[in-house]
C-alpha cells in the first residue's frame, strides 16, 4: 500500500512570502491531517478534515495559515503571509474511519523562514 | 486533554527487550491508548494502540494495567533502527480522536 505522499520536502522563503504545501492520503482514508512540528517538540494538529469537510480547526491560525481539501482526497495547506516562527516541518496524516484508528503520516516538508 | 507522563530519555543494549513506561492516571473508560515513534528527519511511525486488552503485533506489545491509568510498550529485541522517539497518546471520542502529542521519550540504543 503506497503511503501519504507529500511535496515539496524541503522549501525555504523569505518572511511576508506565501508558501503552500500539498497532500496525498493513503487510497480510501476519509480522514486527513495537518501537523506543525517546532523542532525539539511533538507535533501539533493543525487541521483535521473528515472527507471534505473541516472537524477541527481549532489551533490553525486563521489569520495566515488555510487548508482545503477538495473532492475529499488530496489537500493544500498555505501560509500567507509567512513568519518567522513558521520554521517547521508540516506533516500530512491519514486514517480510515473508525474508533481510534492508527493515522499514518507523510514525511512532511520541512519549511525554512529567512 | 487527557495527558500522558513518560520519562525523557531512556537506553538500552541492542539484542535486548525494552520496556518504555507510560503514565495516564486521567484515562476515561473510553480513551484508546496509542504509541507512535518518530525516527530522525521521518514523520511519526504507528506502533500499536489498546483500549482494555494488552496486544501484541509485529513491531511491540502493549501492556495495560488492570486500572488502564499505565501502561507499557515492549519492544522483544531492540536493534539499532530502534532508535526513536517515543509517543505515549490517549485519544477519545468526543475530540474525534486525535492525537495531542506530548515530548516523548527519546531511547537510545547501545551497539
Known amino acids: 500500500e503506497a503511503g501519504v505522499a507529500q511535496s515539496p520536502r524541503y522549501k525555504i522563503i523569505e518572511k511576508r512570502q506565501s508558501v503552500a504545501f500539498w497532500c496525498n492520503p493513503i487510497?480510501?482514508?476519509?480522514?486527513l491531517y495537518w501537523y506543525q512540528q517546532i523542532l525539539g517538540q511533538g507535533p501539533k494538529l493543525l487541521i483535521q478534515f473528515q472527507n471534505n469537510g473541516v472537524v477541527d480547526d481549532s489551533q490553525l491560525p486563521k489569520d495566515r495559515f488555510s487548508a482545503e481539501r477538495l473532492k475529499g482526497v488530496d489537500s493544500t495547506l498555505k501560509i500567507q503571509p509567512a513568519k518567522l516562527e513558521d520554521s517547521a516541518v508540516y506533516l500530512c496524516?491519514?486514517?480510515?474511519?473508525?474508533?481510534?484508528?492508527?493515522?499514518?503520516f507523510g514525511d512532511g516538508t520541512r519549511l525554512s523562514i529567512l | 486533554d487527557a495527558k500522558t507522563t513518560q520519562p525523557n530519555s531512556m537506553e538500552s543494549n541492542e539484542e535486548e527487550p525494552v520496556h518504555l513506561p507510560c503514565n495516564h492516571s486521567?484515562?476515561?473508560?473510553?480513551?484508546?491508548i496509542h504509541w507512535y515513534r518518530q525516527l530522525p528527519s521521518q514523520g511519526p511511525e504507528y506502533v500499536i494502540h489498546?483500549?482494555?486488552s494488552n496486544v501484541n503485533n509485529r513491531m511491540a506489545s502493549l501492556a495495560i494495567a488492570e486500572d488502564r491509568k499505565s501502561s507499557t510498550l515492549i519492544l522483544h529485541r531492540a536493534t539499532l533502527r530502534d532508535a526513536a522517539v517515543y509517543y505515549c497518546?490517549?485519544?477519545?471520542?468526543?475530540?474525534?480522536?486525535?492525537?495531542?502529542f506530548g515530548s516523548g521519550t527519546r531511547l537510545l540504543v547501545r551497539p
Open positions: 486521567t484515562i476515561s473508560g473510553t480513551d484508546y
Open positions: 496524516a491519514s486514517s480510515s474511519t473508525g474508533r481510534g484508528q492508527p493515522q499514518h
Open positions: 487510497s480510501g482514508h476519509a480522514t
Open positions: 489498546g483500549l482494555t
Open positions: 497518546i490517549l485519544s477519545r471520542p468526543d475530540s474525534s480522536y486525535k492525537l495531542i
